[in-house]
């Protein structure tokens, strides 16, 4: 066997030994993603060979959850893209004004900027207060994170620059109280906010969304796996709930591409057909 294919079968082991001992299945994952997180593992802790990652995983439970966190990407911003958030205020926002309770879900939301800045969005525009919104991803140390809303001095100048780019005309450090070096975000921006761990790969179902927001996440699947998730948020969402994706991520080569009608192609805005 050349050393090519036993180092490929060595991560399936790997992948195999994490899915069963701890139930995070990253099998289906994009595997050149998957080679470089192992890959920068071995070079911190200087482990050079696949097959003692995988028996340290089976042995050594901190060690299984870095690498959880090693493979589990949580970059993030407020207003990232900010394009993305101007195409939601024009052609989102007049889509929720029309419904009398709104339910948003972020799949895959990381340390929560992307759930604070559509909440920031919503109460601007008057439907926060009608709206729930459901803030979920697979890592417990980021939810954490995102539950506190805090942020430094350092990110919240980038993110007001972002929040200024994505049309916003308010004055951003109003949703923030400021305690020495950090923002902190208003409990008034919080309190719909609803945080949960959820697996996009092996959890179930959110009901009757009107609008889901899954950017950034998919692009780390393989083509089947992006297709099985596509089928759970495509059966979240109510006839003519909004799907939100990552300005890399698309519709296409799953079997969902002929399921929606395009809001905007370019910002990745789609909407389910009736
Ligand atoms: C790069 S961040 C994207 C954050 C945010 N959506 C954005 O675009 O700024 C990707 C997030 O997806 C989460 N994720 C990856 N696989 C997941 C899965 N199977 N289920 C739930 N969340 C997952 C990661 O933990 C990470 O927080």
Same mark, same amino acid.
């Given at each position: ?5 036993? @180092?490929?079968?060595?991560? !399936? ?9 701890? *139930?995070?299945?990253? /099998?289906?994952?994009? /595997?050149?993603?998957?080679?470089? /997180?192992?890959?920068?593992?071995? *070079? ?27 493979? !589990?990407?949580? $970059? ?10 101007? @195409?939601? /205020?024009?052609? $989102? ?13 972020? &799949? ?8 604070? !800045? $559509?909440?920031?969005?919503?109460? =601007? ?9 459901? &803030? ?15 942020? !430094? ?14 049309? *916003? ?35 179930? $179902? ?28 495509? =059966? ?26 395009e809001l905007d192609k370019k910002l990745r805005l789609f909407k389910k057909k009736y």
């Amino acid at each position: 066997m050349r050393k090519e294919d036993s @180092s490929e079968l060595e991560i !399936s082991l790997l992948l195999e030994a994490f899915y069963h001992k701890y *139930g995070y299945d990253f /099998r289906q994952y994009s /595997r050149a993603h998957i080679r470089r /997180r192992i890959m920068s593992r071995m *070079g911190l802790t200087g482990i050079s060979d696949v097959a003692l990652i995988q028996s340290k995983v089976l042995n050594d439970q901190t060690f299984a959850y870095e690498l959880l966190q090693d493979l !589990s990407i949580t $970059v993030t911003e407020m207003f990232r893209d900010q394009e993305f958030y101007k @195409s939601v /205020r024009k052609n $989102v926002i007049p889509v929720l004004k029309t419904y009398p309770f709104i339910k948003i879900w972020h &799949a895959g939301c990381a340390t929560g900027q992307e759930a604070y !800045s $559509v909440a920031i969005i919503l109460k =601007e525009e008057g439907l926060y207060d009608r709206t729930t919104i459901y &803030a979920t991803d697979f890592n417990q140390q980021a939810l954490d994170r995102a539950k506190e809303g805090i942020f !430094s001095n350092a990110m919240m100048e980038e993110y007001a620059l972002n929040y200024q780019l994505s049309g *916003g005309i308010a004055s951003f450090s109003d949703y923030f109280t400021f305690n020495y070096d950090r923002g902190i975000i208003n409990q008034s921006l919080k309190k719909n906010i609803v945080w949960a761990n959820h697996n996009l790969v092996t959890d179930s $179902v959110f009901a009757e969304m009107n609008m889901i927001i899954c950017r950034n996440v998919l692009i780390y699947f393989d083509i089947n796996l992006q297709n099985k998730v596509q089928k759970l948020l495509y =059966e979240s969402l109510i006839p003519g709930g909004i799907l939100g994706l990552g300005l890399k991520e698309s519709l296409r080569f799953t079997d969902y591409s002929e399921k929606y009608t395009e809001l905007d192609k370019k910002l990745r805005l789609f909407k389910k057909k009736y």
